[in-house]
């Protein structure tokens, strides 16, 4: 199994050795240099990995890791460090990433860790049920299916994204779309899931699990979504 991997290193030799490790063993490999150059919302969908060094000039690794992780939950990380304290071991899995390797580690431990991920990653190229959302134009697509979104269907859908295993509850949904001052906010709130539903469904070609009603707790996202 080949992996679309995103590089984040400021060290050129090492960069260039990685990139050369990885690419030789088959993986599609991106590099730069600096956090900077990765902005969340233009973190292209097909990346299932990323491995970014810790010290990183400007923003470091940690930042970049806990705000990729908010916005594209199911990328494998893999944090490189010359730090070695438990501390720094538990910060770095605390920004939410998988493997935490130390500097300098070498290409078999390297290539053992994208193996492990391998087993949990679904390459993106091959996730049938992954959509790209895209938050500047509100339009949620797969392929050439594409839907045109409101405001407020991009906003509870962010927060479906965001949240813990992408579930939310009846009163999370109300607050967050603003509808407590209606009559029956509880309706209201239904009204809105049964039309996101309907565009994921349209743009999936598929009736089945884009968001799922969990009995008198609230609502589950189905499908993986990026955002662009």
């Not at 990433?97 to 190229?125: C, F, G, H, W």
Request: charged residues 25%; negative net charge.
């Amino acid at each position: 199994m080949k992996f679309h991997i995103l590089v984040v290193e400021d060290n050129a030799d090492l960069r260039d050795s990685i990139v050369e490790t990885l690419q030789a063993h088959g993986h599609h490999v991106h590099a730069v240099e600096c956090a900077e150059e990765v902005a969340e919302t233009h973190l292209p969908a097909t990346f299932d990995l990323m491995i970014a060094d810790v010290g990183l000039p400007g923003e470091d690794g940690i930042s970049l890791s806990r705000r990729i992780r908010l916005t594209h939950p199911n990328i494998g990380i893999i944090m490189l460090t010359a730090r070695v304290s438990q501390a720094d071991r538990l910060a770095g899995y605390e920004c939410g990433a998988d493997i935490y390797l130390t500097k300098p580690a070498s290409q078999q431990e390297l290539l053992a860790a994208i193996n492990v991920l391998m087993r949990r990653v679904i390459p993106a190229e091959t996730s049938v049920q992954s959509l790209l959302l895209d938050i500047k134009t509100f339009t949620l697509s797969k392929g050439q299916a594409a839907v045109k979104l409101t405001a407020r269907e991009v906003t509870l859908l962010l927060a479906f994204i965001r949240a813990s295993d992408h579930r939310l509850e009846s009163w999370q949904i109300i607050e967050i779309l603003e509808l407590d001052e209606l009559a029956d906010p509880k309706a209201s709130a239904e009204v809105q899931i049964v039309r996101l539903r309907k565009k994921i469904n349209e743009v999936l070609q598929d009736a089945t699990g884009s968001i799922q009603s969990l009995r008198g707790w609230g609502y589950q996202l189905g499908v993986t979504i990026n955002i662009l």
